[in-house]
Nanobody, 119 residues
Framework: QVQLVESGGGLVQAGGSLRLACVASGLPFSLYAMGWFRQAPGKEREFVASISSNGFSTSYVDSVKGRCTISRDNAKKTVYLQTNSLKPEDTAVYYC????????????WGQGTQVTVSS
C-alpha cells in the first residue's frame, strides 16, 4: 500500500519560512518523480513544484520561483519543500504527489498539510 504523509505545515507570519516534508512508503521512491501542489479555499488545486527521480531536474510555478526550493532524500524516501518569504496568498493545503515519470499523471497523493500565512 502506497502512502505519502506530509508534515511541517502550520501558522506562520508573512515573511517567515516553512519546510514541508513528505515521507513515502510502499513504492520504489527513487524511481518516482515527486511534486508539490496546493489548494487554497475556493480555488482549484495548483502545481507548485516538482523534482525528477534523481533530483537533477526541478520545476516551479512562477509565483514561487526564487522563494521555494524542492529537494529530495532518496535514502529517507522524503521530498521537501522549503518556502521563504511566505505571503498570505501562499495559504493553502499543500499536497505531495508521486508519478512514475514526466510522461505519466501523478498517481499517488498525500492527505495534505495546512499552511496558513498571517499578514
Amino acid at each position: 500500500q502506497v502512502q505519502l504523509v506530509e508534515s511541517g505545515g502550520g501558522l506562520v507570519q508573512a515573511g517567515g519560512s516553512l519546510r514541508l516534508a513528505c515521507v513515502a512508503s510502499g513504492l520504489p521512491f527513487s524511481l518516482y518523480a515527486m511534486g508539490w501542489f496546493r489548494q487554497a479555499p475556493g480555488k482549484e488545486r495548483e502545481f507548485v513544484a516538482s523534482i525528477s527521480s534523481n533530483g537533477f531536474s526541478t520545476s516551479y510555478v512562477d509565483s514561487v520561483k526564487g522563494r521555494c526550493t524542492i529537494s529530495r532524500d532518496n535514502a529517507k524516501k522524503t521530498v521537501y519543500l522549503q518556502t521563504n518569504s511566505l505571503k498570505p496568498e501562499d495559504t493553502a493545503v499543500y499536497y505531495c504527489a508521486a508519478r512514475r515519470s514526466i510522461f505519466n499523471n501523478y498517481e499517488y497523493w498525500g492527505q495534505g498539510t495546512q499552511v496558513t500565512v498571517s499578514s
